[in-house]
Every structure is written in C-alpha cells, then in structure tokens.
C-alpha cells in the first residue's frame, strides 16, 4: 500500500511568521505533527511519503503514485484542503481525511472517501482493520478520549528538519477551564491527559537523533494544566536529560495566566529550557471576562501577573479579543493602553468567533446571531456571528488596535519594555552558527537601512548590543517579528 499524506497550505496570517521566515531561511514554522504521529500509526510494510505544501508543491504526479491520500488540516487551511481533495478526486485518487477542520464539520466535505474523525488513536485503527478486511466505512467517529499513552513516537525522516524553524512535541490534551469561546474542550475534553515522562523524553531523543538542535514547541494548549506531575515528574526528567545533551533545545508552550502563581514551577521550567510562553489574556475588561467565563483571569492585576512571568525568564506572547457583547466603546483604547503596559511583545489580537460546537457558538444559535462558519483566523476582520456593538464600528476599532499597536513607535516601546523587565535562564551555551550572521546582515539590511522603523531599529540595536548583550540576539528576532507584523497589516488593512 503507498500513502500519501498531505499538510494544506497556510494562508499569510500574523502566525505564519511568513516574512520573518525569510529571515532565518526557513520555509514553515513547524512540521505537521498530527500527520506525523498519523504515520507511525500506519503499518510499517506501507510505502509512506509527506508532502507539506507549505514548505513544497504538490504534484500530480505525487498524488498518482498514492493508493490513498490521508490529509489533516486545521479550519484556517479549508481552501487549501478542499483544493487537494478536488485534485484527488479528479484523478481517482481515494482520500482519508482527519484531524480538527473535519471533526467539526465534515458534513462540509462530500467528495472525502473516508472521514476518520476525533482522536487518531481511537478511530484510525478501526479504520485501518476494516480497509484491511475490504470493507471500510466512509465516517468513523468516537466519542471516547484516546489513552495517549500509547501514543506513538512522529516518523520525522519523513520531513526535512532544515525547512522548518521549529519541531513540536504534545505532551498533554484538554483543559480544566470552561472558556466560552474556546473549541479546545470540545476536541478534547476537560479532563487533563498526559504522556508519560518515558515518552517525552523518547520524542526528544528522536528529535535530537535526527539531527534536530534549536526551538521545540510543546503544542499543548494548556501546558500547565496537570502542575503536580509537573514539578515531580516531566521537568525534572527534561532538565536532566537537557543537561547529558548540553542543551540542544529551547523550548516555549501555551498555558494560563496562573502560572504565574506557581514560582516552583516557573523556575522549574526556565531551568528545563524553556523560554516562551503564549497566555490567553483576551481582555483588561472584568465584564468582558466573566461573560466568556475566563475565571482564571478575573480579580487579578493581569499586568502583574505577565511581569512576574517574565522576570523569571519566561517571555509572554498575549492573544487578545474584542467583540465581546458587554465590550464598550472604550475598549478598543483599553486594549492598546494595556498591551503597551504589559510590555506583551507578540500580542496577537483577534475579533471574536464562535467556532463549531463552542458554547458561544449554541449560544448564539439560540439568539439567531449565527451567520456562516469561522474562517479559522481570527485578524482576518472576518465575523461569524452579528455583534451587539455595531460592526462596522467594530471593525474600525480593531483596526485601530492592529495599527496602534503594530505601528513602530509603540512596537519598539514594548520590545525595550519586555527587555528591561525579562530575566533570561540560559542554562545552556548559546552557539554561534554562520546563519545568525546572515541573518543578522539581512536585518541591518531591511529594518536598518530599507524600513520606515530604521531609527527605532538602530535604537535598540546599540542600546541592546551595549548595555544588555544578554539579550540582543532576542532583541533582533523580536525587530524581525515586528518587520512581518507590519508586513501582513499592510496586506490586510486595505482589503478591510
């Protein structure tokens, strides 16, 4: 049997870090970690080949040489997906397809041969048994929570590390909080699964024997979800094994703002290697907060809590949203004042959307509100739903954030922000590679010399190199996260 397995393309979005890719010479941020997973699952007689069209161009003749085509895709990559499905289906190609856009709506997706739905680990070896038999069934669906403890080790000599800037490793699925808004539960649960610390060690062995030396992503979306095993189990065996290996990686993660409230832990994973992560903020306001029932984030001084964060080496990346029912016209300001107080470098803002299966989503339902299906990127300006804040209005005050923000004079001020308050833990020796300074002539180039942003650029070029060197490669890399910023606002604001 030959697979195929197909990764859709990405649009340009401010998380496709498309234009700071360029930077580093990197095609993709990441590998398709599902597909990956999907293809140590497979029998091992099976001929296996991937195609990651963000990082290579599909062929036909590719798509020829398969007796099936497995494709996992996301809801932002539908257009890409439903193109592959089309070309499989004009060339007879049969095509197995998974993973979160399919789940939440495969009604959508007529011409797939077979839908094997919610966790892998539960419907695909359903799938693989009845096929082998000679009778597969077009959808299989579960509505039991896989053990993923016996979740496989990802084939990554299917993919070409050097394309990418980062690899993933999961290391848990669910989330105790009941966010409005938010689908995660709804694929996953609220009971809080987690790999073994054997596992997580064996995918980072894999990683670091296939050559892989650099930024490893724990895509869980809520890292810290299950703290006690934590601290007493996956940490302490990360930093050990990070210490034989001389600190090949760095790593960075999502979790909730309580973190902040765990020193232990926090100090537990800057000595891991860890140097990032991403929290949902959403808003500065109370109201906002308790009507999308985010509770972890409500009665807290949120900037307290994001500069505590940081002092013990762990830099925040922010998610932000407006369009809140009880958002008043004053928010859009409140927004802008409290990412500039933060000193939230990469603060991602979106309009709000109702994903498939959401709680927001029956909720808005029942109100008549619903008009089509998200897009899956929520900068995009797109609605799915009718506001109670006038849409229009709505709009201009996001654009005005996007602008405000992202704009040079406010951007650089969060950098030296972020940078006089960060701690960096580096445990580890940071290694010098040729490509740093090429990458470091190409900013010079295109922020220093070319940008509307070059004297804030060389601003924080000397006052970094000089009187904080600790921190002036981060300082570039985040002048190079605002480049693309910029970038991908330019492209959008005239299009909204």
């Known amino acids: 049997m030959k697979i195929i397995l197909v990764y859709p393309k990405y649009p340009d979005t401010f998380w496709s870090f498309k234009h700071a890719l360029k930077f580093i010479f990197k095609k ?24 990651d069209m963000n990082v290579t161009t599909l062929k036909d003749k590719d798509l020829k040489w398969a007796d099936f085509v497995f494709i996992s895709a996301m809801s932002i990559q539908k257009k890409s997906a439903k193109e592959v499905i089309s070309r499989c289906k004009k060339l ?27 966790e892998g680990e ?26 993923i403890e016996k979740t496989p080790v990802p084939v990554w000599e299917l993919v070409n590390m050097k394309k ?40 980072l062995e894999s990683l670091y024997s296939q050559g892989w030396r650099g930024s490893v992503f724990f895509v869980d979306d809520n890292f810290i979800g299950n703290k006690r095993k934590l601290k007493s189990e996956i940490l302490p065996a990360i930093i050990d094994w990070m210490g034989k290996r001389k600190y090949p990686f760095s790593f960075n993660t999502e979790a909730s703002i309580d973190l902040s409230d765990d020193e232990e832990l926090m100090r537990l ?3 891991a290697g860890f140097n990032t992560v991403f929290v949902g903020i959403e808003t500065p306001s109370e109201e906002g907060l308790a009507e999308c029932a985010k509770f972890q984030n409500k009665n807290r001084d949120l900037v307290a809590c994001v500069r505590k964060i940081q002092r013990f080496g762990l830099q925040v990346q922010g998610g932000f949203i407006v369009g809140f029912d009880s958002d008043p016209l004053s928010i859009f300001d409140r927004q802008i004042k409290f990412i500039q107080k933060s000193g ?42 009718v506001p109670k804040m006038d849409r229009d209005t709505l709009i201009k005050g996001y654009k005005k954030i996007l602008s405000t923000i992202y704009s040079p004079p406010y951007y650089y001020e969060r950098v030296r922000k972020f940078l006089r308050e960060y701690k960096p833990s580096k445990p580890g020796k940071l290694q010098f590679h040729v490509s740093h300074l090429a990458t470091l002539s190409k900013s010079n180039l295109f922020l220093g010399l070319i940008g509307k942003e070059r004297i804030h650029y060389w ?38």
């Open 28 to 51: 993709a941020t990441s590998p398709p970690l599902g597909l990956l997973t999907v293809a140590a699952m497979l029998p091992k007689k099976w001929e296996k080949k991937l195609v």
């Open 92 to 118: 007879g190609v049969k095509t197995v397809a998974g993973g979160p856009l399919f789940t939440a709506g495969h009604e959508e997706f007529k011409d797939v041969d077979h839908l094997v739905l919610n």
């Open 122 to 147: 539960i419907t695909l070896p359903k799938f693989l048994e009845d096929l082998e038999n000679g009778g597969a069934k077009r959808i299989y669906t579960s509505d039991q929570w896989a053990d």
């Open 164 to 203: 990418y800037a980062t690899m993933n490793v999961q290391y848990s699925r669910g989330c105790p909080y009941n966010c409005e808004f938010c689908d995660i539960t709804v694929l996953y649960g609220h009971k809080v699964r987690t790999k073994s610390k054997t596992q997580i060690i064996a995918e």
């Open 269 to 271: 994973m800057a000595r």
């Open 344 to 385: 939230i470098v990469t603060a991602m803002v979106g309009l709000l959307n109702a994903p498939r299966g959401t709680r927001l989503y029956h909720r808005l339902k029942k109100e008549n509100r619903l008009l089509t299906d998200i897009s899956g990127d929520n900068t995009d300006c797109s609605l799915n739903f």
């Open 459 to 496: 601003k924080l070029f000397f006052w970094s190199l000089f009187r904080h060197p600790q921190v002036f490669p981060l300082a570039v890399t985040l002048a190079i996260y605002g480049f693309h910023f910029r970038k991908i606002l330019e492209e959008y604001i005239p299009r909204i």
